[in-house]
């Protein structure tokens, strides 16, 4: 079995750039409204946050695609429903722990509010996530090898 052609690095970084900042978009100003922080500090915390999610995006995605790859011989492109469920999910739950200590610091919530709040972005993440990577797949396919 042949090992699929994984995404380059400018389709990578593009899929990254995309995926955070329509998400700092859409999210910051439903974290405002739940949290009753200020518009502009919330869209602040999800740019920070949005950060560190690009640079765990990076390795994540990469790390999973190729280990999908290497286990079924299929690209990400073609990933079945159940692993892109399980692909989000296990994203985010590595996203939580790189969070919430930013979370609680940047907020001064205590540990268990700031749990709840990661809770819910990486909830609403989550469904944002399988929305997004499902429709990247489809407007941008990974190109066949020669």
Do not use: K
């Not at 409204?33 to 200020?38: D, F, I, K, T």
């Not at 999610?53 to 190729?66: I, K, M, P, R, S």
């Not at 590595?94 to 809770?119: C, E, H, Q, R, S």
Request: proline share 6%; glycine share 8%.
């Amino acid at each position: 079995m042949s090992t699929p052609q994984l995404r380059g690095l400018a389709d990578r970084i593009r899929q990254v750039a995309l995926f955070e900042i329509i998400g700092v978009l859409i999210i910051s100003p439903l974290f405002a409204l739940a949290s009753g922080a200020p518009m502009l500090e919330s869209a602040a915390l999800l740019a920070v946050l949005s950060l560190i999610a690009a640079l765990w995006n990076g390795v994540y995605c990469t790390g999973f695609d190729w280990l999908e790859g290497r286990l079924t011989g299929r690209p990400a492109d073609q990933r079945p429903q159940t692993l892109r469920i399980l692909h989000a999910v296990g994203f985010e739950g590595g996203l939580m722990i790189l969070t919430l200590p930013v979370i609680v610091w940047w907020t001064g919530m205590g540990f268990w509010n700031a749990l709840l709040a990661d809770l819910a972005l990486a909830l609403t993440y989550a469904g944002y996530a399988y929305v997004f990577n499902l429709a990247y797949d489809r407007l941008f396919p990974i190109a066949p090898r020669p």
